[in-house]
């Protein structure tokens, strides 16, 4: 019994311990920007103010691309994105969009190489957004969602790993989702459906980080979605103002933020199977990254519990 109480106070100890660690770190929302960031160049090098996702919708989809140093896999991802989106656009002229890739504050010469479909497709379809320091693909994708027009917005991986012409099956799953309560609905791209060949080819390490990783999400954070952090997920532009508000992890885990923060406020959301190819040159180095995936899932929910953070009314940005 005396082992048993001990034991029992040394459990209550580590989780207050843990509890305070969290609140203490706890960094709070950040929406300001750079003065450089609020701008994008046209195409013939003239600076214009980026518009702000609380205006109306202008376009009917945005599509944000984070990108840190990839110089070398962006062409071909945006090659087929843009490809695909003009085609569309040809068959059906009312279909209007936009694309921004958000440097987000690379070494490279991933500005330059955005900056060429600039160039090719006009600044009205194509716009850089370069951060002045890295703020980790969360804080890309949130700063590149905030600058957007779009009716509905795609965040998609610089890389291409899934095939664009899915984002109709991503768009077949918003649609079906009703009611959408004030327009607010989210639809996630899912390689869930792939977990049995990729546990195959993976080393029993790797499967159990993926599944300790998963336990963590689905213990302290988000239920009932298989594949949190599928780099392919559609929002209204509503759901964007939404989570994106209230968003604190800037890194590898803020796709499992987001879907936590979407279902504290009870926003829908669908989950839909995508084709999904892995490419070199990956910026997670798997033990560590999943180390501190890990532990940004424990801080999220400690940290909602505590009240160090809350969920936000989607205020503007500076």
């Not at 609140?23 to 960031?37: P, Q, W, Y």
């Not at 909602?304 to 936000?312: D, N």
Request: proline share 3%.
């Amino acid at each position: 019994n005396a082992n048993l109480i001990l034991e029992l106070c040394l459990g209550a100890a580590l989780y207050l311990s843990l509890l305070v660690i969290a609140h203490l770190t706890a960094g709070m929302v950040d929406l300001t920007r750079h003065e450089k960031e609020k701008y994008f160049l046209t195409a013939t090098g003239e600076k214009r103010l980026f518009p702000s996702l609380h205006d109306p919708h202008s376009r009917e989809l945005s599509v944000v691309v984070p990108a840190y140093n990839e110089e070398l896999r962006l062409p071909a991802m945006m090659d087929e994105a843009m490809e695909y989106l003009e085609n569309r656009q040809k068959q059906n002229p009312s279909f209007t969009y936009e694309v921004i890739v958000v440097d987000d504050g690379s070494k490279d010469k991933t500005t330059e190489v955005a900056l060429r479909y600039t160039t090719k497709y006009s600044a009205d379809k194509v716009r850089v957004l370069t951060l002045v320091k890295n703020r980790g693909k969360g804080g890309a994708v949130r700063m590149g969602t905030l600058s957007s027009r779009g009716k509905v917005i795609l965040m998609a991986d610089a890389d291409g790993a899934t095939k664009f012409s899915d984002i109709e099956k991503v768009e077949a799953g918003l649609n079906d989702l009703n009611p959408k309560p004030e327009n607010m609905a989210i639809s996630c791209g899912s390689r869930a459906h792939l977990e049995k060949d990729s546990v195959a080819q993976r080393s029993l390490f790797r499967t159990f980080l993926m599944y300790g990783f998963h336990f963590l999400v689905w213990f302290f954070c988000v239920k009932g979605i298989k594949d949190t952090q599928c780099g392919f997920k559609l929002f209204t532009r509503e759901a964007a103002l939404k989570t994106f508000s209230s968003l604190h992890v800037e890194r590898w885990a803020f796709d499992v933020e987001l879907l936590y923060i979407a279902q504290c406020f009870k926003i829908p959301i669908a989950e839909v199977a995508v084709n999904w190819t892995e490419i070199e040159g990956s910026k997670l180095v798997p033990f560590w990254s999943w180390l501190q995936m890990g532990r940004d899932l424990v801080f999220i929910r400690l940290r909602y519990i505590t009240g160090a953070w809350k969920l936000q009314s989607s205020h503007k940005t500076d």
